[in-house]
Each structure stands twice: as C-alpha cells, then as structure tokens.
C-alpha cells in the first residue's frame, strides 16, 4: 500500500543538548540527518538530489561491530544492568518473558549434568582424531586448514557413506561423523556465545539462553542429553516462535521479508511505501523493542514487533503491549509469485497461533492489554486484525516507556567501542503513531484504532469523543 502524497509522519527522537524530541520526520532529517555521500557510502555528482539520513552514524557503527563478532548480546546486556528501569517496582512487570524463552536456571542444570560429554568433546584434538582413527587420510589432513577442518571433515565423511565401496566400514565412518557434527556445533556455540557453556554462571546464560537452547537441541540429535525437550527452540514441527537475535541477520530482517525496513526499495515488495531502513538501527539497541519471529515446519513467514508502550491520559494512563507491527514474508502473501498455497491455506490457524503466542508472552511479562497496529504489509492480515474489537488512544499521548533517552546512551557507547564519529541523535519509528498508513486510521482529533488483542478497550477513548458527538 503506498503513502500518501508526502510521507512525513511524526517519529520520536533523543538529540544531544535537546533531549526527547517528538518531531516530524522531516524536520528530523533536515536538522539531525547526514548525507551518505560524506561518509563515502555514495559518491557525489552533480544533479542527485542530497537527501540527507537519520542514525548514520549508529548504523556504520553497528555495522562495523557486527562484522568483527558474531552478535552484541553482551555489550547491549551489560549496558542494560547498568541503566535498567525496574520495572517490577515501577509497573510490577516481569520483563524476562519478554527478553528470552528459556530459563537459566533449567539450562544451568541441563549443562551441569552434560559437562562431562561436552568438555571431553570440547578438548579432543579433531585433527589427531581423524588421523587415529584411519577416517581421512594423513596426506588430506595436513593438507586442511584449521578454520575449515571441521566443514571439510564433514563433506569427506559424507562421501564416504555414500560410497557403496565403503560400505564393510559404514559403522565407523558414521561415529566419525557424528564427532565432527557434533563438534561443529558446539564450536559454533562457543563463537556465538563467546565462550565454554559450560562454565558461564546464570547472569551471562540468561544473555545467551535461547542461542543455547537451540545449540543443546541441535546437539542432542547426535549425543544423549537428558532435560533438553524442555527447552525451547525452533525444531521445525508446526507453528513455532523465536526472537531475533541482536547480530547481523536483526538488520537484514526487512530485507529477508521484503518490507519497508529493507537496506534498499529494490527489495521491497511494495516499492511504492516509504522505506525506513534507518530506524532499524534504533530498534537493534532497545532490549525493550522485540521482534518475534514465527516459523511454520521450520520456514521462517513471519515478524511481529512488539515494544512495551504507555498510553497517557484517563486515569493517569495504562501500560500496554504494543503490535507495532505484523508483517509476513513473500511467500507468506497471497499477491506474489512467491506465495506458497500450503502455507497460505492455513494462514487463519497460523495466525490464531500467533495471537495465542503474544497474548502468552504479555501475560508472562504481566501486562495486561494488548494493543495492535492494524496496518500490515500483507492484506490477508489487515483482514484477521479487523476481528477484535477497536480501541481507541491519542495518538499524540502514547509514550514509549523510558522514551529513547536509554538508547541514546547506548547508541554513544557502541560508537566508541567501533571507533566511529560520535553519535548526536537518535530516532526512532512507531508505527502506532503513525498517522499515515491507511485511510481512516485516524480522526480530527488525532485518535487512531488499534486491535485489542487482550484486555478492555474501554481503558482507551470513548467512541464518542473520538467522533467529537
């Protein structure tokens, strides 16, 4: 769907010597933005239009750190130890729902109990292994290099099984496999996490808890564990849910999807919507901003982002579960050529699962309603949100909890820690207070309806006072 005639919808910001701002996007570019052309992004030439971009240097920043290490987890944890609101005490919210699917303490037991296995495969020499016993020739071993040992050992040995000529030692090769499998696994972990799994203490298995859960499970398949069908993690049955993990893949979400967030309108399904690329970058650092990632048989169709959000007014206002925004992949959309009919006759239950899902994370987390932005890239889901009742907010009055002040701080210090020019401003994109998605999302007096996914729409406006009687 395509914006109307000028897209410039009022975004919310954090600026050096000014504080929060809430300005249209405009004015954020033409007082805050930067020109790629100076940071050598595009060259300079005569006739192109300067348009200038917001969080530019954030997103070089993060760019940058993303491509020296797998993921950000720590930094952006330890940070938020140092800055975090209590939200218990301020709105008896329990966040850790919202920031991990796994416990870790359930995970600490699970590795306590498999340490003996996992650091006996940790430690074994994987090259003097294979050479011992007979599974790839002396000569093509000293011929591999270190960082492809694994990945080379494992097409090898592959091979091998395939090959009738090697059928008499098909048992052996198979244990070969298995340990070259099994430790590429847990040395991927180890890159992820940054270190033995097995000794890390409950504060830094909570950082990592749902990357480790899913390294348990996929290990698991090759080594006995005990407690792992505890754990949660995308196994490819059914409906299945997981976060986005802050690394590189967070920022190429959009891209993956073919939404408005894509690094470039080229790969945008609908080319004609105002891309928003920048405030990626802003989202990637508020642990407060998530994106929840729903996966059908293992098949990655659709994102939900979902931020905690404070509606002011009656009654000094309510917390709420904001549905930014539900957007679906191409092949989860019944207008491309992408669109697989297996997944799409089933979209309505695929979509009850998910509702179920968000409801379950608010009430884990202990918020009570839940609010959705009825506008999506997909028309099959504008469709399924128009079944729940409407509520109605200001839209001038919903506050983002902690505003961007938390994130501005961030932002500062993952510029320092790239050694890039200092961050200034950062901005940010709501889509709930944007009034410019659809037609008749908003009134004269500057209300919008959502979907009240859970809760009373009565804690929001009156229909009355919406329509002015």
């Not at 609101?85 to 590795?111: C, E, G, H, V």
């Not at 754990?231 to 590189?248: I, K, N, S, T």
Request: net charge positive.
């Amino acid at each position: 769907m395509g914006f109307h005639q000028r897209y410039n919808p009022h975004i919310i910001g954090f600026a050096e010597g000014h504080g929060y701002l809430s300005i249209p996007l405009e004015t954020a570019r033409e007082e805050y933005g930067e020109l790629p052309s100076d940071y050598g992004l595009v060259p300079h030439a005569p006739g192109r239009r300067a348009r200038k971009a917001l969080n530019l240097p954030l997103g070089l920043a993060l760019l940058k750190l993303l491509r020296e290490r797998p993921n950000l987890a720590e930094p952006l944890s330890r940070f938020a130890e140092r800055w975090g609101r209590d939200f218990q005490a301020d709105f008896s919210l329990t966040m850790d729902p919202f920031f991990r699917f796994n416990d870790p303490t359930r995970l600490k037991r699970i590795l306590d109990e498999a340490a003996g296995p996992v650091l006996e495969l940790l430690r074994a020499d994987v090259r003097e292994r294979l050479r011992r016993e007979r599974l790839i020739p002396p000569a093509t071993l000293s011929s591999i290099p270190p960082e492809s040992l694994l990945s080379t050992a494992r097409t090898i040995l592959g091979k091998r099984l395939r090959n009738p000529a090697h059928a008499a030692e098909r048992a052996r090769f198979a244990a070969g496999l298995t340990f070259v499998e099994a430790r590429q696994i847990l040395d991927e972990l180890c890159t992820v996490t940054g270190g033995d799994v097995c000794r890390f203490g409950l504060a830094r298995l909570a950082v990592h808890a749902d990357e480790i859960a899913r390294g348990l499970w996929r290990l698991s398949r090759l080594l006995p564990l005990d407690g792992v069908d505890r754990l949660h993690c995308v196994r490819g049955q059914g409906v299945e849910f997981a976060y986005a993990p802050r690394d590189a893949a967070f920022i190429a979400l959009g891209r993956e999807v073919g939404d408005c967030t894509a690094d470039k309108a080229v790969r945008q399904v609908d080319r004609d919507v105002e891309s928003i690329y920048w405030t990626v970058f802003a989202w990637f650092l508020d642990r407060h901003y998530q994106i929840l990632k729903v996966h059908v048989d293992g098949r990655f169709v659709m994102k939900v982002h979902l931020v905690p959000l404070f509606a002011a007014g009656r009654e000094g206002g309510v917390v709420f579960l904001g549905v930014d925004a539900i957007e679906t992949t191409p092949g989860f959309r019944e207008d491309t050529r992408q669109g697989r009919s297996e997944l799409l006759s089933g979209k309505a239950a695929i979509f009850a699962r998910v509702v179920d899902e968000v409801r379950r994370i608010a009430e884990a987390a202990g918020i009570a309603h839940v609010f959705a932005e009825r506008f999506s890239n997909t028309a099959w889901v504008r469709e399924e949100l128009l079944q729940f009742p409407e509520v109605y907010l200001q839209v001038e009055e919903i506050r983002k909890i902690d505003e961007l002040e938390d994130v501005f701080a961030l932002a500062a210090r993952m510029a320092a820690l790239a050694g890039q020019e200092a961050v200034r401003s950062v901005f940010m994109e709501l889509q709930m207070k944007n009034t410019l998605l659809q037609r008749g999302g908003t009134s004269v007096r500057g209300a919008k309806a959502f979907a009240c996914i859970a809760g009373d729409p009565r804690v929001g406006l009156s229909l009355k006072r919406v329509s002015g009687i």
